[in-house]
């Protein structure tokens, strides 16, 4: 059996498809671009930290505030776009119908900025009702300035949704560093901001704040628009609903519409049982969704986000089936080899990340220990959710939009119960102060997702045969990173009191080192393919 075992994971391994090939330039460029964008907003977060502080009312406010354009632009954004516009826009262009594409292109736009501009009135209206609905623990003045900074975030919001649109047609067009390099002006604009006015009082840099981040949207969207209508030569904005094509992105875009809108209620869940919790829940639990989001976004969506237009012009294809099993796999595998030590690293090792990103100015060394745990149980079901936006980029490829939708729902009622229960009693129960519910409700939202991720996955395996990780290949690595954890801590406890940012670079080195050399050693064909990168 062992014997078996290890042929079927040297097959595997041998048949896996290198890097070039998986995702050829795409996921390196869509990386890049990611990587760039994220270490501005680490910037942006370092700058806020160290102005606002963990426990501040009026860093409560802003980052429970932000939620709510937030999802107006992750609603309408990239998931739903991407899963309902990219795959009818690139096989068009697979097709060199760009006539078709650039009209299907147009009509969605135009759509799109209908449906917002509705959507962001609506909302600026009825702010007070929403901050009831998503903070019933915010009262008077703390109420009050949320109220104001969610109308000024509104309209900003709308634009970063246009921005989406523009993502989607430089994918299909395989232009993938500015899309995902483009919200670097977001972040350059509020950091700006902060510098400026950093010597006023907390409530009025909060609602400057707001509009500097209005401005950093405009300029996101600014940067993309002309290379965009430089490739869609024959764009033309109308409300054009006779195309079948573009009937086929709106009747696509419904479901995925939904299904973001319940991923988006799970992350509203957690901002509601946040604020219930002391001063700091909230912004505690923002600065750890920043570290987090950094490897679901750098490798799970790098990866997706270029495999995309690819399986979506498979399909159709002789062999599309097979090749859509073929680079799932494939980049299953990669997604892990990454993913996994980060995963370790937010368990064992989160007190160092959120030091030297976080501990500065009214930033304190106990608030970046309270990140800790909230990355900690982050890192419970970071696996998963970069395993499973794969997969549900595969079920986008194959036009099934209604699966994940049904998974989705399910991960949101797990999330609620579980949330609850891990953020308000439990604490209690195990006579811990209340504040540390946030780490309940990071730790619950993973174990949904791990939930979610399964299902998907044994759905799709019914459709198009087997796909997933070797359980030998998914041993080496854990053990790889287990081992790094070890040597970091051993750095960690030996070395002089030094700057927090020092201190990550002495530790995570040898981390890193460690993890990539067993891994070579173990003959993890990842592990070359990254040497050769670094290289």
Not at 12 to 18: D, E, F, L, R
Not at 201 to 211: C, F, G, H, V
Request: hydrophobic share 55%.
């Amino acid at each position: 059996m062992k014997r078996e075992a290890r042929a079927r994971e040297g097959e595997s391994s041998k048949n896996a498809v290198p890097l070039r090939a998986w995702t050829g330039r795409s996921a390196i460029f869509v990386a890049a671009g990611i990587l760039t964008s994220r270490l501005a907003g680490f910037v942006r977060l370092r700058v806020f930290a160290y102005y606002f502080g963990l426990e501040s009312d009026a860093a409560d406010a802003f980052n429970a505030g932000f939620r709510i354009p937030n999802f107006l632009q992750n609603l309408f954004g990239e998931g739903a776009l991407s899963a309902s516009f990219i795959p009818v826009y690139a096989a068009l262009l697979a097709r060199e119908d760009r006539r078709e594409a650039d009209r299907v292109a147009g009509a969605v736009a135009s759509l799109l900025a209908l449906i917002v501009g509705v959507v962001v009135l609506i909302g600026v209206l009825a702010t007070p009702v929403l901050i009831a609905a998503i903070a019933p623990g915010f009262k008077g003045a703390k109420r009050e300035l949320t109220i104001e900074i969610v109308r000024i975030l509104f309209p900003g919001a709308g634009l970063l949704v246009l921005s989406a649109w523009c993502l989607g047609v430089l994918n299909s067009h395989h232009r993938f560093f500015l899309s995902y390099t483009a919200p670097v002006m977001w972040n350059v604009a509020m950091i700006i901001t902060l510098l400026l006015y950093g010597h006023s009082t907390l409530p009025q840099l909060a609602i400057i704040l707001a509009w500097g981040s209005v401005a950093g949207s405009a300029l996101q969207f600014a940067v993309q628009l002309p290379v965009v209508l430089r490739l869609a030569r024959d764009l033309k904005f109308a409300l054009d609903t006779a195309s079948e094509h573009v009937r086929a992105v709106l009747k696509n875009f419904v479901p995925v519409f939904i299904s973001r809108g319940v991923v988006q209620v799970s992350a509203y869940i957690d901002a509601l049982l946040a604020s219930l919790l002391p001063t700091g829940a909230v912004t505690g639990l923002a600065n750890a969704q920043l570290l987090y989001t950094l490897p679901v976004s750098l490798f799970g969506m790098s990866i997706s986000a270029a495999e995309l237009p690819a399986m979506s012009g498979a399909i159709g294809n002789p062999g599309g089936v097979e090749a859509i099993r073929g680079r799932l796999n494939s980049g299953l595998r990669h997604i892990a080899f990454f993913v996994v030590p980060s995963a370790v690293a937010f368990l064992l090792l989160g007190d160092v990340l959120a030091a030297a990103l976080l501990e500065t100015g009214r930033f304190r060394h106990e608030d970046a220990l309270y990140v800790w745990g909230i990355l900690a149980g982050s890192g419970v079901g970071l696996l998963a959710s970069t395993l499973g936006r794969l997969y549900s980029s595969a079920y986008y490829a194959l036009r099934d939009t209604r699966t994940p939708l049904r998974y989705a729902l399910l991960r949101v009622l797990l999330t609620t119960l579980l949330g609850y229960v891990f953020a308000i009693p439990l604490p209690r129960w195990l006579a811990i102060p209340s504040i540390w519910g946030a780490a309940g409700l990071t730790a619950s939202a993973g174990l949904a997702g791990w939930v979610e991720m399964l299902l998907l996955r044994r759905t799709l395996n019914s459709q198009i045969g087997h796909t997933g990780l070797e359980i030998g290949f998914v041993i080496k690595l854990w053990s790889a990173a287990l081992a790094g954890a070890a040597v970091a801590w051993l750095v960690k406890f030996n070395v002089p009191v030094f700057h927090p940012v020092i201190t990550a670079a002495l530790v995570l080195g040898p981390y890193g080192l460690v993890f990539l050399g067993m891994t070579f050693v173990l003959g993890i064909p990842e592990a070359r393919h990254a040497i050769r990168l670094g290289k």
